[in-house]
């Protein structure tokens, strides 16, 4: 049977395209299933992204979360390197945040007011007396709309959710979307944008833990961030105001630091980092925000972001009480979060840069996270 005899035309272009390395690489692209089923009927959606270096994550539609993401170590070999579980049962228990989509607003709200255009807003609070990452039911819980999209050097999936005017105190209808690319060039790119039809207060974030030797404590991860202030908080973590600088303190990661070498000497936080740091060359676009080195395995993280600020929180809350992947107890320090945003509390301190979105204007911010290993 005749079935394909190439034209020479195309063995040309087989030849010209098929270089020795692109030869080994494998085909990126979208894998869609069903994950699991919501008391209210809901399906939740799994998207599977690979890439030409057998890179994989799994995004979920419940929370826009990533449950899975596979990198190799220094001797070729895949391991899980974020925190999450198996099923999505298990995410509709509760949990810190695993992977998730942050929304409406990420990080913490001062007792959960703000006043903008002259009106006094009161949101949910679920952190003590603050807001945190966008109350009782944020983007993190609800289920998003997901399509493939084309990707121009990868895999792409792009979620939405509209969040209604009112929602756990917001003004204004928001449409949200994160978009999921992973490159072959070994990056997970997150592309955030948001429209409104009211002025409203926006951080979108991503809540991943990482941890890159895919297991045990996170306290031997070499870290540096690329910043020269972070900003001092009280002991309900609300920033003071202060864009403190790093310098001669426990806080400055400017140069390559175990991630417990100093841990416990922190004040208002004693049991570990969870502070927002000012990046160096804010409002210069996308630029390297931090680097993890996790000597092990080899594995390096690097995150770049568009962002002015990251919130490095090291873990600090897991308590053994979450039995996460593969029946693994998430201990303290099991984990740690890079979450690229704007600074906490930004609608209550003129001095940090704006969070306000109004109507005709888009929110549009991204962060990569680049994998490699030394
Ligand atoms: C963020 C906060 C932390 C903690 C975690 C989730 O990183 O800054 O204080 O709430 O989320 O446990």
Same mark, same amino acid.
Request: aromatic letters at 12%; a negative charge; glycine letters at 18%.
């Given at each position: 049977m005749n079935r394909y005899i190439p034209t020479l035309a195309a063995c040309i272009t087989m030849l010209l395209t098929l270089t020795p390395s692109a030869a080994a690489t494998l085909p990126s692209g979208v894998k869609k299933s069903h994950y699991g089923t919501m008391p209210d009927g809901t399906v939740i959606e799994q998207y599977r992204l690979t890439n030409a270096n057998g890179i994989v994550a799994k995004i979920i539609t419940y929370g826009a979360l990533m449950t899975e993401l596979h990198v190799p170590d220094r001797q070729g070999k895949l391991g899980d390197i974020v925190l999450g579980f198996d099923n999505l049962e298990s995410y509709l228990k509760g949990?810190?945040?695993?992977?998730a989509t942050i929304g409406r607003v990420g990080n913490r709200i001062a007792k959960g007011k703000f006043t903008l255009d002259g009106r006094d807003y009161t949101l949910a609070r679920n952190d003590g007396p603050n807001h945190l990452h966008?109350?009782?039911? @944020?983007?993190?819980k609800v289920v998003w709309k997901a399509e493939i999209v084309p990707a121009r050097n990868g895999a792409a999936v792009r979620f939405t959710y509209v969040s209604p005017n009112?929602?756990?105190?917001?003004p204004g209808t928001l449409t949200a979307t994160v978009t999921y690319t992973l490159t072959d060039t070994d990056e997970l790119r997150l592309d955030y944008t948001a429209k409104t039809d009211q002025a409203t207060p926006v951080n979108l974030t991503n809540h991943t833990y990482w941890n890159l030797a895919g297991g @045990?404590?996170?306290?031997n991860h070499v870290l540096t961030i690329n910043a020269d202030h972070y900003t001092p908080v009280d002991d309900t973590l609300i920033p003071t105001g202060a864009i403190a600088p790093?310098?001669?303190?426990?806080?400055?990661?400017t140069t390559p630091m175990?991630?417990?070498?100093?841990?416990?000497?922190?004040?208002?936080s004693p049991r570990g980092y969870d502070h927002n740091y000012a990046l160096n060359?804010?409002?210069?676009?996308?630029?390297?925000?931090a680097t993890v080195y996790e000597p092990g395995t080899g594995r390096v993280l690097e995150t770049f972001t568009e962002e002015p600020g990251v919130q490095f929180y090291?873990?600090?809350?897991?308590?053994?009480?979450l039995e996460g992947k593969g029946k693994t107890v998430y201990h303290q320090y099991y984990g740690f979060c890079?979450?690229?945003?704007?600074?906490?509390?930004s609608v209550n301190?003129?001095?940090?840069?704006s969070t306000i979105l109004r109507p005709k204007k888009t929110y549009k911010t991204a962060t990569i996270y680049k994998f490699s290993v030394k």
């Open positions: 949990h810190p945040y695993f992977g966008g109350g009782i039911r @944020g983007f993190d009112g929602e756990e105190g917001y @045990g404590d996170i306290l790093v310098k001669g303190t426990v806080m400055d990661f175990p991630i417990g070498s100093r841990l416990l000497s922190l004040d208002n060359d804010s409002g210069k676009g996308m630029r390297l925000a090291s873990g600090n809350f897991l308590d053994a009480t890079l979450e690229t945003q704007h600074f906490p509390d301190h003129p001095n940090f840069p």
